[in-house]
């Protein structure tokens, strides 16, 4: 299909581990956002791409948390140093930005337990 | 600051009855509006979306959403609900003039559709 994809779709880890989550963004989307969803609370907005700026990371809830997206599509979100409160369901979106509004498409997501 | 509320935890509601899903934003400037559908352990469906224009938007599975400015509330709603509706449902936010900036999410509200 021609959906955002993720991978892998379930990781468990035991603390203290590096994992690294993969995703796939609709192919032309210039933007890549990544949130989190937690067990009870809503989607919680980590990092932010767009073409070739910056991008923003204001959502990062800790130095533990990094992302990249290489050639301007694929990107991976590392967290590094896994602690429990890291369990958590990490989802990936993807949108094209055209006078100025923009509809996110997201997908199916990564379910991170940490043990 | 940009924020979400929606009031309901839970609505349950009888097949073949009326539905609405609460959500009321608060933003700076003029508002972006969406409406997610998740499925258990799936990602999220976008369904609809306001901008401007017509305060009554149309969109997939036959839900439609109302938006009222003076009351700053984007209702989901539906004429007549289906068991297969069941599912968690997110209100979304984002300020226009942040063109292709994170939303802003409600803690979600869970759909009930007894046969």
């Known amino acids: 299909g021609a959906g955002v994809s993720q991978s892998p779709s379930n990781k468990v880890t035991e603390k203290g581990k590096d994992v690294e989550l993969r995703c796939d963004p609709i192919s032309g989307h210039t933007a890549l956002y990544w949130y989190r969803q937690s067990l009870g609370q809503g989607l919680e907005f980590l990092i932010y791409f767009q073409g070739n700026s910056a991008p923003d990371k204001s959502g990062l809830p800790s130095d533990r948390f990094s992302a990249e997206r290489t050639g301007g599509s694929v990107s991976t979100l590392t967290i590094q140093r896994t602690q429990q409160e890291d369990s958590a369901v990490y989802l990936c979106a993807s949108s094209f930005l055209t006078r100025g509004t923009d509809t996110q498409y997201f997908g199916p997501g990564t379910r991170l337990t940490v043990l | 600051a940009q924020s979400v509320a929606q009031p309901e935890d839970q609505v349950n509601v009888a097949e073949g009855n009326p539905l609405t899903v609460k959500c009321t934003y608060s933003?700076?400037?003029?508002?972006?509006l969406f409406w997610y559908v998740q499925y258990p352990n799936r990602g999220l469906q976008f369904l609809l979306k306001y901008i401007t224009g017509d305060n009554l938007v149309k969109g997939s599975y036959g839900f439609e959403a109302e938006f009222n400015k003076s009351q700053t509330s984007f209702h989901l709603k539906k004429p007549s609900a289906l068991v297969s509706d069941s599912a968690l449902y997110f209100c979304?936010?984002?300020?226009?003039?942040?063109?292709?900036?994170?939303?802003?999410f409600g803690k979600g509200t869970t759909l009930s559709v007894s046969s």
């Open positions: 933003v700076s400037g003029n508002p972006y």
């Open positions: 979304a936010v984002r300020d226009i003039s942040q063109a292709g900036t994170a939303l802003i």
